[in-house]
């Protein structure tokens, strides 16, 4: 009788230990696929739209986009999960939409706190559909969408802003307070020829402060303008290794062409520790958090957990007393609002590459790494396997930039910037550059935009890359015409 009341309990307990078990795996299938899964930045989809395409055509791996609308540079990347998707799209709308000033001292709501000084209201008025803005800029006319940063000799053999200002001019400012001046552009036209005798014309800029808010400008003022980067891959290339970039600029030690770039080493704002600058015209920032957050003190006014106090200058009386958005606790930018501007920069796709079978766009390929523009503007590079978002890691990318600093000769000099000298420039990425004018309508290129035409662009170059414009110049009408097809194809 013993043995009929316990066969039962000997049959369930294993079955009930099998559906804890089950249950206990299922909860962390969920937890797990809620919680950490989609921080790989893969969703449930599939890839197939990336793995069927010509590998050719894939310019960033699977941060490529095959968009074909008029927004090429503002892609999230294909098959995101939705919380990434989510995030992006936050990140998104604080990038495109405008903030406004602060009305009352009291914070009143998320969107607020622009200025008290600044140059825009929207990370998008300069980033135009995440690429650039042009504004007409004729000699004479007042400036807006580029900004002027002034230097003046410390005399201590560095350099400083002008007493007074800022070295980032703000050319707008709320109400009651005086902007610090508005950019002025001259230009001179400066017609050359090819050796071929074919006819060109650049126009050279020089910029001045007009109307200066806060005291006379001293003489011997260096005034220089930037313009806004297109944006695509930003994510790809935080992902890249420091060895990476060191290895390069190794690899141009004794270049025949006397190319030499170097890194930008710098103090990463929040460790503490000496980081490669990959960031900004002249790789002045280390990562995407400390470029957004800088773009959103310095462009727009907006505090935030990296700048949590206004920058009010002694003698801005009118600027230090205008109603601040928020408190050195509560900043404009909220830590949240701060982390979905970084995740929308970092996910951020790249337009696939066009025109693959284009027997022009063939031979400008090949034009571009003979006469070595491919030195600087390197063809392909490999991501590291440390960032924080898996999709960004291992991903065979093409950006054509080696993302270090070269000399590029007195013509594009503009003031010095950290380590970077005034002559120093990091190589730009050039991925999606032939998507410029569908995107933003223009053809400006150069951090000043002075150039009129990639070709323009090209003829600008000077200093290490003297020996591959010389070599471009030197090409035949049909082959430049070449390669200028193979540059609107990337
Ligand atoms: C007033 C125009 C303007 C505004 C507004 C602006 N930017 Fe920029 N942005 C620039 C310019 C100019 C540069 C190059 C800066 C430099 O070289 O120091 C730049 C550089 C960048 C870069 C680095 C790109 C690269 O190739 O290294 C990122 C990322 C960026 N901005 C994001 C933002 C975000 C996010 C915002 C809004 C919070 C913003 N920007 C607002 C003009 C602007
Ligand atoms: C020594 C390194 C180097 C070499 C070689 C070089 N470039 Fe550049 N390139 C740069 C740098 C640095 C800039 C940015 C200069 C500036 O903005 O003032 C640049 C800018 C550009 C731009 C404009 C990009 C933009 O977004 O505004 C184009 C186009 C370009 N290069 C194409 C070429 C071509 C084509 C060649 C070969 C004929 C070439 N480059 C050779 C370093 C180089």
Same mark, same amino acid.
């Given at each position: 009788?013993? &043995?009929? %009341?316990?066969?039962?309990?000997?049959?369930?307990?294993? #079955?009930?230990? !099998? =559906?804890? $078990?089950?249950?206990?795996? @299922?909860?962390?299938?969920?937890?797990?696929?809620?919680?950490?899964?989609?921080?790989?930045?893969?969703?449930?989809?599939?890839?197939?739209?990336?793995?069927?395409?010509?590998?050719?055509?894939?310019?960033?791996?699977?941060?490529?986009?095959?968009?074909?609308?008029?927004?090429?540079?503002?892609?999230?990347?294909?098959?995101?999960?939705?919380?990434?998707?989510?995030?992006?799209?936050?990140?998104?709308?604080?990038?495109?939409?405008?903030?406004?000033?602060?009305?009352?001292?009291?914070?009143?709501?998320?969107?607020?706190?622009?200025?008290?000084?600044?140059?825009?209201?929207?990370?998008?008025?300069?980033?135009?559909? &995440?690429? %650039?803005?042009?504004?007409?800029?004729?000699?004479?006319? #007042?400036?807006? !969408? =580029?900004? $002027?940063?002034?230097?003046? @000799?410390?005399?201590?053999?560095?350099?400083?802003?002008?007493?007074?200002?800022?070295?980032?001019?703000?050319?707008?400012?709320?109400?009651?307070?005086?902007?610090?001046?508005?950019?002025?552009?001259?230009?001179?036209?400066?017609?050359?020829?090819?050796?071929?005798?074919?006819?060109?014309?650049?126009?050279?800029?020089?910029?001045?402060?007009?109307?200066?808010?806060?005291?006379?400008?001293?003489?011997?003022?260096?005034?220089?303008?930037?313009?806004?980067?297109?944006?695509?891959?930003?994510?790809?290339?935080?992902?890249?290794?420091?060895?990476?970039?060191?290895?390069?600029?190794?690899?141009?030690?004794?270049?025949? &062409?006397?190319?030499?770039?170097?890194?930008?080493?710098?103090?990463?704002?929040?460790? !503490?520790?000496?980081?490669?600058?990959?960031?900004?015209?002249?790789?002045?920032?280390?990562?995407?958090?400390?470029?957004?957050?800088?773009?959103?003190?310095?462009?727009?006014?907006?505090?935030?957990?990296?700048?949590?106090?206004?920058?009010?200058?002694?003698?801005?009386?009118?600027?230090?007393?205008?109603?601040?958005?928020?408190?050195?606790?509560?900043?404009?930018?909220?830590?949240?609002?701060?982390?979905?501007?970084?995740?929308?920069?970092?996910?951020?796709?790249?337009?696939?590459?066009?025109?693959?079978?284009?027997?022009?766009?063939?031979?400008?390929?090949?034009?571009?790494?003979?006469?070595?523009?491919?030195?600087?503007?390197?063809?392909?590079?490999?991501?590291?396997?440390?960032?924080?978002?898996?999709?960004?890691?291992?991903?065979?990318?093409?950006?054509?930039?080696?993302?270090?600093?070269?000399?590029?000769?007195?013509?594009?000099?503009?003031?010095?910037?950290?380590?970077?000298?005034?002559?120093?420039?990091?190589?730009?990425?050039?991925?999606?550059?032939?998507?410029?004018?569908?995107?933003?309508?223009?053809?400006?290129?150069?951090?000043?935009?002075?150039?009129?035409?990639?070709?323009?662009?090209?003829?600008?170059?000077?200093?290490?890359?003297?020996?591959?414009?010389?070599?471009?110049?030197?090409?035949?009408?049909?082959?430049?015409?070449?390669?200028?097809?193979?540059?609107?194809?990337?």
């Amino acid at each position: 009788m013993n &043995d009929a %009341s316990e066969k039962p309990v000997r049959h369930w307990l294993p #079955i009930a230990v !099998g =559906i804890l $078990l089950a249950a206990l795996l @299922a909860l962390g299938w969920a937890v797990w696929k809620t919680e950490y899964a989609w921080r790989d930045a893969y969703g449930d989809g599939d890839m197939s739209e990336l793995r069927a395409a010509d590998p050719r055509a894939l310019t960033a791996g699977d941060m490529t986009t095959f968009h074909k609308g008029f927004k090429p540079f503002g892609q999230s990347a294909e098959n995101l999960p939705w919380q990434y998707e989510k995030l992006f799209d936050d990140g998104d709308g604080l990038f495109e939409r405008p903030f406004q000033p602060a009305i009352t001292k009291i914070r009143y709501n998320t969107r607020d706190g622009l200025g008290p000084l600044y140059n825009a209201n929207a990370c998008g008025a300069c980033h135009f559909r &995440d690429g %650039s803005v042009e504004e007409p800029y004729t000699s004479g006319q #007042i400036m807006n !969408g =580029i900004f $002027l940063r002034m230097s003046v @000799a410390d005399g201590n053999g560095g350099w400083a802003p002008p007493a007074g200002y800022h070295s980032q001019l703000r050319d707008k400012a709320v109400a009651g307070v005086p902007p610090e001046g508005f950019g002025v552009i001259d230009w001179q036209e400066m017609p050359d020829r090819f050796p071929d005798g074919e006819a060109y014309s650049l126009r050279k800029p020089s910029f001045r402060v007009h109307n200066p808010g806060y005291g006379q400008l001293p003489a011997g003022v260096i005034v220089e303008a930037r313009s806004a980067p297109r944006l695509p891959g930003m994510g790809l290339l935080e992902a890249l290794d420091e060895d990476t970039l060191l290895a390069i600029a190794k690899s141009q030690e004794n270049h025949p &062409d006397g190319v030499s770039g170097r890194p930008n080493w710098l103090t990463d704002p929040e460790t !503490g520790k000496r980081v490669i600058g990959k960031f900004s015209l002249k790789a002045n920032a280390p990562h995407l958090r400390a470029q957004a957050a800088g773009a959103a003190f310095n462009d727009m006014g907006l505090t935030s957990p990296l700048h949590p106090r206004e920058l009010c200058l002694a003698g801005q009386t009118a600027c230090a007393e205008a109603p601040a958005g928020g408190t050195a606790a509560a900043p404009d930018l909220s830590e949240e609002q701060l982390q979905a501007l970084t995740i929308y920069l970092q996910l951020l796709a790249v337009p696939a590459r066009r025109q693959l079978d284009d027997t022009d766009v063939g031979l400008g390929g090949r034009l571009f790494a003979e006469v070595g523009c491919g030195v600087c503007h390197l063809d392909t590079l490999r991501t590291g396997n440390s960032h924080p978002i898996k999709r960004l890691r291992g991903q065979t990318i093409h950006p054509y930039s080696d993302l270090l600093l070269h000399d590029m000769g007195p013509d594009l000099a503009g003031r010095p910037d950290g380590e970077a000298s005034a002559q120093e420039w990091r190589t730009p990425p050039l991925w999606g550059i032939g998507l410029t004018r569908k995107s933003n309508h223009h053809t400006v290129f150069l951090h000043d935009q002075r150039a009129r035409s990639l070709q323009e662009a090209i003829l600008w170059h000077g200093g290490e890359a003297s020996a591959a414009k010389a070599r471009f110049m030197a090409l035949n009408k049909a082959s430049r015409a070449a390669l200028i097809k193979f540059l609107e194809s990337i």
